[in-house]
């Protein structure tokens, strides 16, 4: 979330996506902490949204821009277009590795925010293309993922020939973790 304020900073107004938003605290952030004019929220499962709202309640006083949730899948339910951001934390494990998952994680979290296809890249390389038709140019997209797989988001992205400054950062901890990205001007 940092990423997307550090790179959005100088200008103020347009749209930030949170796509998967979960309880909703990055879109929150974006919205107390960015110069974005609204703020989208999305996810498949009611019940996340039914937190995010709660949470989107108690802290509007503090928001600079109004947070909209929206029930559905990655980008599908924004029909806006020229978006100044998109950020996500979109599902990356594999089936195959749910095995290797602590049962408090594997027992715990809805399937749908942890598993993507076979090789843990579905939904992301889903949400690289539709946010490569929804940024406005120089739009930022920013995705948080494993370390395994950081490398191979940053390489897709690079093959669509949507996006440029495309780079792999490293979380606190200094891992890997994200890959942010600009929308290549027309």
Request: glycine fraction near 8%; proline fraction near 3%.
């Amino acid at each position: 979330m940092e990423i997307v304020l550090e790179r959005t900073r100088s200008e103020r107004g347009g749209i930030a996506v949170d796509v998967g938003t979960g309880s909703g605290a990055i879109a929150l952030a974006l919205a107390t902490e960015g110069r974005f004019e609204r703020v989208i929220a999305t996810d498949v499962s009611l019940d996340a949204l039914a937190v995010a709202r709660s949470n989107a309640d108690r802290y509007a006083s503090r928001s600079c821009a109004p947070v909209e949730l929206r029930h559905g899948s990655l980008l599908g339910v924004v029909p806006e277009r020229g978006l100044r951001a998109v950020v996500s934390n979109p599902p990356y494990i594999s089936f195959d590795e749910a095995v290797e998952l602590p049962a408090a994680v594997r027992d715990w979290e809805p399937s749908v925010a942890l598993f993507s296809g076979a090789d843990g890249m579905a939904t992301t390389e889903q949400l690289i293309r539709e946010a490569a038709g929804s940024l406005a140019a120089d739009g930022v997209l920013a995705l948080e993922g494993d370390m395994r797989r950081v490398g191979l988001v940053a390489d897709f992205m690079r093959t669509l020939d949507a996006y440029v400054d495309v780079q792999v950062l490293a979380d606190l901890t200094g891992r890997d973790r994200f890959v942010v990205a600009r929308k290549r001007e027309d």
